[in-house]
């Protein structure tokens, strides 16, 4: 069941956000450089997981990035498997990004998780 309908989405220059119950957040960080945004960290409390919340958060990105003609990088593991699942969305990536085989797509994701789990 998808509950994000219930959370506003905002933004700021670094940071995509949603406000949840008990002043909790989630978000995603991001950067842009040479007008690539790049999507640094996804992070939703435990508790809201699974609920679509971090998806909402990306499809919110790809609207920024569209509407200030940026490209996309995505650098956290959540971007990464986002856009191996939805590769409808994959025409906002930067170009190196675009026509990657699925075998490339696994490789990115476990390099993502690679970094994240040594905390680089």
Not at 9 to 28: D, E, F, M, N, R
Not at 32 to 48: G, H, S
Request: glycine share 4%.
């Amino acid at each position: 069941m998808n509950n994000t309908s219930k959370y506003t989405i905002k933004h700021t220059s670094q940071v995509i956000y949603a406000t949840l119950p008990g002043g909790k957040k989630a978000y995603l960080k991001y950067t842009v450089e040479n007008n690539v945004m790049k999507l640094i960290q996804t992070y939703t409390p435990e508790e809201y997981r699974g609920k679509g919340i971090a998806s909402q958060l990306v499809d919110y990105a790809i609207n920024l990035a569209q509407a200030n003609n940026w490209l996309i990088e995505p650098i956290c593991s959540y971007t990464v498997y986002y856009f191996m699942k939805n590769r409808e969305r994959r025409i906002v990536l930067a170009e190196k990004y675009r026509n990657l085989s699925e075998e490339d797509w696994q490789k990115l994701l476990e390099e993502a998780l690679r970094k994240e789990r040594k905390g680089e």
